[in-house]
């Protein structure tokens, strides 16, 4: 019953995502000028699903972009090194028995939870 329970919940969370309305076009219809050209580089460079609405409504306002392309990229590469800062954060935080902030180790003590192990430290 678990199961099934989570398989529809997962099912009804990716029907979200693949919303079109999500995906609307009109929704950067009143957006400036410059932020919309540079949030469509910015996108791009991610591989963001907001890049292709972004361009459709560049397009219907005949807006030329180009001179706000460079800004756009370094804001996309900003955005890139800071979600990897934040990945290595996160495999350094998992990675280590001891706490660097302090001179004191950290206790941690695993258990069974279910059908995985789960860790607590403190």
Not at 56 to 68: A, F, N, P, V
């Amino acid at each position: 019953m678990k199961k099934i329970l989570g398989i529809i919940t997962l099912s009804l969370l990716l029907v979200g995502c693949s919303n079109p309305l999500n995906r609307d076009p009109n929704k950067y219809a009143n957006t400036p000028e410059s932020q919309l050209c540079i949030n469509y580089y910015s996108a791009l460079m991610r591989h963001n699903i907001h890049a292709k609405p972004m361009r459709i409504m560049i397009e219907q306002r005949g807006i030329d972009c180009s001179r706000y392309k460079e800004e756009g990229m370094m804001a996309g590469q900003a955005a890139i090194e800071y979600r990897d800062r934040l990945k290595k954060n996160l495999e350094h935080l998992g990675s280590g028995s001891t706490n660097t902030n302090t001179k004191t180790p950290t206790n941690c003590t695993t258990r069974k939870v279910g059908n995985y192990y789960r860790t607590f430290c403190y």
